[in-house]
């Protein structure tokens, strides 16, 4: 494999419950390929949001390391996470999280204005999703399935090196969720960018070339039970 964009390297997290210390992640190690695009299974409190967040470089493990584009991210400051993640990262959240003050052309020209950039790709983005001429709408009068692919644009606007997203279709019906997901596939594939999708469907990761799930703190190969 040629160098990982992205690595886990021993990574664990754990989180207090009261006087409980739960383990959600142990021990984990995963590299994510340039480009590649790789579904992430595992049961309803396995901890995969947990992993997403800790790749992106929101959380910070409590052991082991988190490497974005060969960076180790344990080494950085928040403040030089952060940068680092608006250059690097594309998010792609469940409930589309666009921000509804905000007009559709704004919600996508967002990362772009946090890194300092020029805005011009933010229409061009919009026209690939299919949605440039509800450019000066806000995301409320928009249907589920297009308000996430405005997220879509957004997510990928800044040509983001790995794309994460969390259920990205599981508040949309099967079909707006395919034609989203399949969007989301050919964006990323046009840009070079890796994918890294958390989903419990198996069309979400029939489309990806490697399935791997949580369970006990651990990834292991496949979808896991009952696939
Ligand atoms: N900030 C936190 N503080 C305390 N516990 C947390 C925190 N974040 C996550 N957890 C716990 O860690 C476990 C894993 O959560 P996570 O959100 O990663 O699961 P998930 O696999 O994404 O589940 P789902 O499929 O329901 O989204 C859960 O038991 C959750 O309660
Ligand atoms: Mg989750």
Redesign the pocket.
């Known amino acids: 494999m040629s160098r990982p964009i992205a690595a886990l390297e021993g990574v664990s997290r754990r989180?207090?419950?009261g006087r409980r210390e739960?383990w959600?992640l142990n021990g984990v190690d995963l590299e994510v390929a340039a480009g590649e695009r790789l579904a992430l299974a595992?049961?309803?409190?396995?901890?995969?949001?947990?992993?997403l967040n800790l790749l992106g470089g929101i959380d910070r493990p409590d052991s082991g390391r988190v490497r974005l584009d060969g960076t180790d991210l344990s080494g950085l400051s928040e403040h030089r996470r952060t940068l680092f993640r608006r250059r690097r990262i594309g998010f792609v959240y469940q409930f589309f999280n666009l921000i509804p003050t905000l007009s559709v052309r704004e919600n996508v020209a967002l990362p772009l204005e946090l890194i300092g950039q020029d805005l011009g790709p933010a229409d061009a983005l919009l026209e690939q999703v299919g949605l440039l001429e509800r450019a000066e709408a806000f995301p409320d009068v928009l249907s589920g399935g297009e308000q996430q692919r405005v997220a879509l644009a957004r997510a990928l606007v800044h040509r983001p090196a790995l794309v994460l997203a969390?259920?990205p279709t599981g508040n949309l019906d099967a079909r707006h969720g395919g034609a989203v997901l399949d969007l989301l596939a050919e964006l990323a594939r046009e840009q070079g960018a890796a994918l890294v999708i958390?989903t419990?469907s198996k069309a979400v990761s029939q489309r990806c070339e490697r399935v791997l799930s949580?369970e006990d703190g651990r990834l292991s190969r496949g979808g896991g039970a009952g696939w």
């Open positions: 989180f207090h419950e739960r959600v595992g049961a309803s409190g396995s901890g995969k949001s947990t992993l969390d259920e958390v419990h949580l």
